[in-house]
């Protein structure tokens, strides 16, 4: 089991939250974090604008999914 479906499966039982729709909710939630550190790889590595939007793109479609997933099997 990967790290991320066990974080996902800790927090939908810490928050009281089931189905697809709620993880869905949580992995927006959890979609922050990455946002965070691409900005500061932006600011302080000099990581071109456009290359750090296109991973947040992608984190922010990856951990609804993989958290839907998980709430729905949960």
């Given at each position: 089991m990967?790290?991320?479906a066990i974080l996902a499966a800790v927090l939908l039982g810490?928050?009281?939250w089931e189905g697809a729709a709620g993880g869905?909710?949580?992995?927006l939630g959890l979609a922050i974090l990455p946002a965070l550190i691409l900005v500061g790889s932006v600011v302080w590595e000099?990581?071109?604008v456009r290359t750090a939007v296109l991973h947040a793109?992608?984190?922010?479609?990856k951990l609804p999914v993989a958290c839907?997933?998980?709430?729905?099997?949960s």
């Open positions: 990967s790290p991320l810490a928050a009281g869905a909710l949580a992995g000099g990581v071109p793109g992608d984190w922010t479609v839907a997933v998980v709430g729905a099997l």
